[in-house]
């Protein structure tokens, strides 16, 4: 109880640019009067609620919400237990402080990895709130009961509030093993409700991290280096500080976690000025031999002489080249995906203030204030304690905003300038820059035996590692967050022998992880693959994968699949249908796409998705972000990625850089399997299985088997 | 620099600014109005849209210059929490947002479909919203809602868009 001061002060509920940057969402201010009392429980359970005893209450979201409705999912974790309505408290977003334990939306994790958790936090205070009425009524705590923020006694009916006990409340010991619901019994969790920050969004109230501003903040544009990692030989800014408004032109840094890079910033009143400056600031550039050594080609090269070769074995059941080299029929393919922009339409942005009392505060779009803390600290050289993080709503960010190069360059201008600095990428920033989803490569090799059974698999991912190039792990074995989710255990293919080998080729390009991470590659080597073994077989595809599928809950998702995607019935002459299916981040999601053809190439008529994700908050969240998984999986597949040639990115802004619109939206159904198991994640297993469903319909419409991503559907040739 | 004046949701700001600055950042960062987005600065997202006299229109790539005179309408001016416009109403009933970036300047899109088209049929709707991006891939929806606001009876009657 000693550090509720502390806590509250740390949370900023006071400060002024937090109710600017973040608290959009909150029904009324979000001012806490300091001298009040919040119930305060131990660091790693309570910091999450925030009663005051004039009853407002304040629920902690330590998950950034970049789209995915983490200001919905976790708070009503919380709520479901403390037995209070969504609509009766206020939500805020922590700041990185370690007592709120991970913050970062990412790998699908909201609701999995706080499940339990955040429920106990909700429950251990519903069970200290009624400990303390009943000892002012001088009843049994079995007497008593909460609902809807109050305490109320089951005899008398009488009632307190959470506010009129909260003190109290605060003054008691947490208990160890708080009670948590039966599933059966909750009213919020799993149940369709409307998401309250909608209201917000569709007014132009949300306020993201572009639109938040700080007294005396002055305005940035970056000027990178074309080739990413290009030295500043000389800057010409004559030109540019001819323009009203435009402060400075200065030589600073891009920090990326595996290298920093040269760069040029212009500061400026106003933006416009900013970027009018930009284009009239002449840099020479030294770039080595990045224009022979930073292009994709080269890249995919040195994966094709990889595929060539063995790898190195990360998983073997059964004896692979024995049963491969004495099967009756061998099948061999190379599978590959291009390097892809996450591109989310609010584009990286920051503000920093460098203080000159040595702290720090920021505001940003960021998934992960935590992480962000981390990297600041390290950054800066100072405590954890002398930063102040804010974190604003994210415009979306598919894993791109957990990548903190645009925060540190705000932080190193602004130590320049000794002024708050907002920082706002170009969206040719985001798109010529990176860090990207590594385009990658994988050798597919798989038999059949003379009875039909699909009897070998040898699934051999090549490419760019996150964990190598980002995080700097040892590359000499396999990287084990790529062969984990491919191992037979995973994907619970059945076949007697299978194995998993691996290959790092590095690259100087930037990567990081994208929307479903490597599953976007190489759920479409292994699902594709898996097509052509079931056409070798001359298997259904679909019966061919229950054939090998022995687990409970893939089985009853592919046979959902089936049902509601009609999958036996006679097709149109000219249409087809193809399957995919694959498990990520916890939860199995298979689809079923069906496409017809038109012309030389096809037209996307319909997906089906089905998505086991166990134990959910919102239906209707579940649905819609399946339904951007469809989008964004499909986009990954027919629209043309990330290509560098002669050290630079070819595509430079949406006019290139292409994603799906309106006009090729398929029609889309989503099914969630009611499994009751543990939550898995919801924003990305929807995605892998888009792509090879798509091309498996290609194959089933046409005979053209595509292996290669993006191809072009006009023509269903690679682009 | 020189004296610009916009009308912008039937309010008159008299700015004093580089006429050649895209109407965007003259609405957000001068005239303080960030509901309207910035998504690619070449008026391929729609992230931007406006109205100009009624017209759904990008301000990303628009000088402010040339607007003086016009009526500007952005999303502040079509509806708020209190007394939602239809379309916006849709909106909500749908859940169409995710991160809600975009949304905006679909809205503004849709709020200028309907004006045009009270009951847009499927072509309808693709051909208007077609220029807008959305990333979390919310389409569908978006279809849905403006369906939806099509067929709903307001207390506000009909869609007025750019009033």
Redesign the interface.
């Given at each position: 109880m000693s550090n509720r001061r502390t806590f509250l002060k740390t949370l900023g509920l006071s400060s002024a640019s937090f109710v600017l940057g973040v608290s959009s969402f909150a029904k009324g201010n979000a001012v806490v009067n300091m001298s009040t009392d919040p119930m305060s429980l131990a660091l790693e359970i309570n910091p999450f609620i925030v009663i005051q005893p004039s009853g407002q209450i304040t629920l902690i979201n330590p998950r950034p919400?970049?789209?995915?409705?983490s200001t919905q999912a976790v708070p009503s974790l919380l709520a479901e237990e403390l037995e209070v309505s969504l609509d009766q408290v206020t939500i805020a977003q922590s700041d990185g402080k370690g007592k709120y334990g991970d913050q970062t939306s990412g790998g699908s994790s909201s609701v999995r990895a706080l499940w339990t958790p955040i429920r106990q936090a909700g429950a251990a205070a519903k069970e200290m709130l009624i400990k303390a009425a009943a000892q002012r009524w001088s009843v049994p705590e079995s007497e008593c009961y909460a609902e809807k923020a109050k305490v109320i006694h089951r005899l008398s009916g009488k009632s307190l509030t959470y506010g009129e006990v909260a003190d109290d409340a605060s003054k008691l010991e947490i208990p160890k093993n708080p009670k948590l619901k039966d599933p059966k019994d909750f009213k919020i969790i799993g149940k369709y409700a409307?998401?309250l920050?909608?209201?917000?969004?569709?007014?132009?109230?949300?306020?993201?991290g572009?639109?938040v501003e700080v007294p005396g903040m002055v305005?940035a544009v970056m000027l990178h280096s074309p080739m990413i990692h290009g030295k500043v030989v000389s800057i010409d800014d004559s030109e540019a500080l001819k323009i009203?408004g435009v402060q400075k032109v200065l030589k600073c840094e891009r920090p990326m976690p595996h290298r920093t890079s040269e760069a040029v910033a212009i500061i400026a009143d106003?933006?416009?000025?900013a970027?009018?400056a930009k284009k009239v600031v002449k840099v020479q550039w030294d770039n080595g031999t990045l224009g022979q050594t930073l292009t994709t080609a080269a890249y995919f090269k040195k994966c094709a002489e990889a595929a060539t070769k063995e790898g190195l074995k990360a998983e073997e059941e059964g004896d692979f080249a024995a049963t491969f080299g004495a099967a009756a029929k061998k099948l061999e393919a190379v599978y590959e995906t291009p390097f892809l922009a996450h591109?989310?339409?609010?584009?990286e942005n920051a503000i920093a203030h460098i203080k000159d009392d040595g702290t720090a505060e920021v505001w940003a779009p960021i998934q992960g204030p935590d992480w962000a803390l981390r990297d600041l600290a390290g950054y800066l050289k100072i405590k954890p304690e002398q930063i102040k993080i804010n974190v604003a709503?994210?415009?979306?960010?598919?894993g791109r905003k957990a990548y903190h190069d645009f925060l540190l360059e705000a932080c190193f201008l602004s130590k320049d300038v000794k002024k708050p600095v907002k920082l706002?990428w170009?969206?040719e920033d985001d798109i010529t820059q990176g860090p990207y989803r590594p385009g990658m490569m994988a050798r597919m090799q798989g038999a059949v035996d003379a009875k039909g059974n699909i009897v070998a698999y040898h699934h051999h991912p090549i490419g760019e590692s996150i964990q190598f190039q980002v995080f700097k792990a040892p590359s000499n074995k396999p990287d084990d967050w790529v062969c984990g989710e491919l191992s037979q255990k995973e994907q619970k293919y059945n076949i007697p022998a299978f194995k998993i080998s691996y290959t790092h080729v590095p690259t100087e390009i930037p990567i990081v992880w994208w929307r479903s991470v490597y599953a976007s590659n190489f759920g479409f080597s292994q699902e594709g693959f898996f097509d052509e073994l079931a056409h070798a077989a001359n298997k259904d595809p679909l019966k061919a994968r229950l054939e090998l599928m022995s687990d409970a809950r893939f089985k009853k998702v592919l046979e959902t699949l089936a049902e509601k995607s009609n999958w036996g019935e006679k097709l149109p002459a000219g249409q087809g249908k193809g399957i995919a299916i694959f498990k990520s981040f916890g939860s199995i999601s298979a689809c079923c796409v069906t496409v017809a053809k038109q012309g030389t190439g096809v037209k996307i008529e319909k997906v089906v998705s089905v998505i086991d994700c166990g134990h959910y908050v919102n239906p209707?969240n579940v649905k819609?972000?399946t339904?951007?998984?469809?989008?964004?999986g499909i986009t990954a597949a027919v629209k043309k990625g990330i290509t560098f040639t002669n050290g630079q990115s070819d595509p430079t802004?949406?006019?290139q850089y292409q994603?799906?619109?309106?006009?090729e939206?398929p029609k889309?159904e989503i099914h969630i399997v009611e499994s009751g198991a543990e939550p898995g994640g919801v924003g990305e297993p929807g995605l892998p299985p888009i792509a090879p469903a798509l091309a498996n319909a290609v194959f089933a419409a046409t005979g053209k088997r595509i292996r290669r991503l993006p191809f072009d559907l006009n023509t269903l040739a690679s682009v | 620099?020189a004296a610009i004046s916009l009308d912008i949701n039937g309010k008159k700001y008299d700015l004093d600014i580089?006429p050649?600055?895209?109407l965007l950042?003259a609405i957000?960062?001068?005239v303080g109005?960030?509901?309207?987005?910035?998504?690619?600065?070449?008026a391929?997202?729609g992230?931007c849209t406006v109205h100009m006299n009624g017209h759904p229109t990008r301000s990303c790539v628009l000088p402010v210059q040339s607007v003086v005179g016009s009526k500007i309408t952005?999303?502040?001016g079509?509806?708020?929490?209190e007394n939602?416009h239809p379309v916006?109403k849709a909106?909500?009933d749908e859940?169409?947002?995710?991160?809600?970036?975009?949304?905006?300047g679909q809205?503004m899109a849709a709020v200028a479909l309907l004006k045009d088209k009270p009951a847009p049929t499927d072509a309808d709707?693709?051909?208007a919203?077609?220029?807008?991006?959305?990333?979390?891939?919310?389409?569908?929806?978006?279809?849905k809602a403006i369906h939806t606001a099509a067929k709903s009876k307001s207390p506000k009657g009909e869609m007025s868009g750019g009033k």
């Open positions: 919400d970049m789209g995915q409705g409307p998401r920050d909608v209201p917000a969004r569709v007014t132009g109230k949300a306020v993201y572009i639109d305005y009203k106003n933006y416009w000025a970027l009018s591109a989310p339409m609010e584009p709503l994210l415009g979306g960010a598919f706002v170009t969206r209707d819609a972000q339904e951007g998984n469809i989008v964004m802004n949406f006019h994603v799906m619109r309106m006009n939206m889309v | 620099m580089d050649k600055m895209p950042w957000r960062d001068v109005l960030k509901g309207t987005k910035f998504g690619c600065g070449m391929q997202c992230a952005t999303i502040e079509i509806g708020t929490e939602l916006q909106w909500i859940q169409v947002p995710q991160c809600g970036y975009c949304q905006s809205i709707i693709t051909s919203m077609q220029g807008h991006i959305c990333r979390c891939g919310t389409y569908d929806r978006i279809r």
